[in-house]
């Protein structure tokens, strides 16, 4: 029998804000403050090892050498650590659809399905509803984190940290406000994006001097250049790049062991070379089951021509991630998509498990939920292997991402906004705005909570770099540096 349709419950405004209010009461918006390692905090280390268990072991290596970069590049990789040290903070019990990993590193931009640039929230592996304080104190901190790692004087990291929280807390102050249709469409377009920083540049050249206001003017002309070359990173673009002619067709470049084109699989996970091209293709088949009808009939006149494995990102090296050549019309029309494997989200060691079973469903509705717009391709499919599940996507869509480590003081904090911004825009489309913006309240003891809470976590995170290098060293892990 179908199953019966869930009862929504609608409550007015003054209801869901008297809510807000009666939980400022219950769990004070100033006791995020005053953070401190919980009694019989698990090693980090550890935590890091158990998650290494079911990684490629070739890679393993690679992806402790990418986190021994820095502190900055170690808190990419932590989001195990970090969860499970955010199980016993404050949660004033407002629930949203959590991307889970929301440091600053993991928003960009990408082209809508109507090829308009957006800047989004772009990496959802470990996304699971949960309280909405979890995602803020995890961008925040990693604004003080990329700060230092930086070398900005204390007063610059923490006018960078509270940028971000500010533009959250004033957002959704903004969303509340607004209809429920208007919070859905709402989107930071490239068009917004430049006027917001041609108009921090305005601002900036008459508060500071000629110095200041030349190096922001630099970093504007600078991100104006990434946004033109995002317009060029598509599937043609990534063929030049990722694939050589041979034998009058493409294949992908073998580059080990970043990528390793499945003609050099032959034996892994057991398989032969035949056994890879019959997988390949039964992936492909279950994996358009996954699309909408219209998406499905557009994948469908693609035909796969080669299929390898890439290695991507830092906290993501070591699951298993593919990349697969389809071609269209003829040669000159590639599609690549992205395979990434899904897990359980470091979350669901400490929040209730996703509704779905699949965790690459459970992504793939999680970016669906946060992002004003969606890859056309984004679907899922169960593993060859039992306990494997994956995550479809293209490869290259006009993707572009900020250059962090080269900002300056001034180009953070405006960053910071755009973030703070992004997440309060996510959050308010699964969440309660009137109600977290209730709690929220003016905001003051709130901001100065989590900026407090910011600068404890990246003192910790220092620490806990600093063992899991003594670790390497001691040769407890393996590292392998430079790739």
């Known amino acids: 029998m179908p199953t019966q349709p869930t009862r929504v419950h609608h409550p007015g405004l003054e209801e869901r804000r008297a809510r807000g209010k009666a939980l400022r009461k219950e769990v004070d ?11 019989g905090r698990r090693d980090p280390v550890e935590l890091l090892e158990e998650q290494n268990v079911t990684r490629e072991p070739d890679l393993v290596p690679v992806r402790h050498g990418r986190m021994m970069a820095s502190p900055f590049t170690f ?3 932590a989001a195990k650590i970090m969860a499970a040290d955010l199980r016993e903070t404050p949660r004033a019990g407002l629930e949203v659809q959590l991307c889970g990993d929301a440091h600053l590193s993991n928003f960009g931009v990408f082209a809508s399905p109507e090829r308009t640039l957006l800047f989004d929230l772009n990496d959802f592996d470990e996304t699971l509803p949960g309280p909405f304080e979890y995602d803020v104190k995890r961008m925040t901190a990693s604004f003080v984190i990329a700060a230092r790692n930086n070398g900005f004087t204390a007063v610059q990291t923490r006018d960078a940290a509270l940028a971000a929280v500010r533009s959250y807390v004033d957002a959704m102050g903004g969303f509340a406000a607004r209809r429920v249709l208007d919070v859905w ?5 490239e068009d917004d994006l430049l006027a917001t920083l041609h108009a921090a540049q305005q601002t900036q050249a008459a508060k500071t001097g000629k110095k200041s206001a030349k190096q922001l003017k630099t970093r504007v002309a600078a991100t104006e250049r990434t946004l033109q070359k ?5 599937s043609l673009q990534a063929l030049s790049k990722l694939a050589e002619h041979v034998d009058g067709r493409y294949r992908i470049v073998s580059r080990p062991p970043l990528v390793v084109p499945a003609r050099d699989l032959e034996g892994v996970y057991g398989l032969s070379g035949e056994e890879w091209r019959r997988v390949i293709r039964e992936q492909l088949r279950r994996y358009r089951a ?5 998406r499905r009939a557009l994948l469908e006149r693609f035909e796969v021509v080669d299929v390898a494995r890439k290695v991507v990102g830092v906290g993501s090296v070591g699951t298993r991630a593919f990349i697969a050549l389809l071609q269209g019309r003829d040669q000159e029309d590639p599609l690549f998509l992205q395979v990434k494997e899904a897990t359980r989200s470091v979350l669901e060691d400490h929040l209730p498990r996703s509704r779905y079973r699949q965790p690459g469903r459970r992504v793939v509705e999680g970016q669906r939920m946060m992002q004003a717009a969606s890859d056309i391709f984004l679907g899922w499919t169960r593993g060859h292997y039992e306990g494997r599940f994956l995550y479809w996507r293209q490869l290259r869509d006009m993707k572009g991402s900020a250059d962090v480590e080269n900002m300056i003081p001034a180009g953070l904090a405006l960053y910071g906004r755009l973030c703070g911004w992004t997440l309060a825009r996510a959050h308010a489309r699964s969440g309660d705005p009137v109600a977290i913006a209730a709690y ?3 905001g003051a003891r709130f901001t100065a909570a989590i900026l407090d809470f910011s600068e404890r976590y990246a003192d910790q995170n220092e620490r ?9 060293k001691a040769g407890r892990l393996t590292a392998r540096e430079g790739v």
Request: hydrophobic residues 35%.
């Open 75 to 77: 808190y990419r990789g």
């Open 230 to 234: 995002a317009r060029t990173r598509d």
């Open 185 to 189: 469409y709402a989107r930071l377009a």
């Open 464 to 472: 806990d770099y600093e063992v899991f290098v003594e670790a390497v």
């Open 290 to 294: 996954t699309l909408p009808h219209d």
């Open 29 to 39: 918006p100033g006791s995020h403050a005053e953070w401190r390692p919980a009694a």
């Open 440 to 442: 929220l309240g003016k």
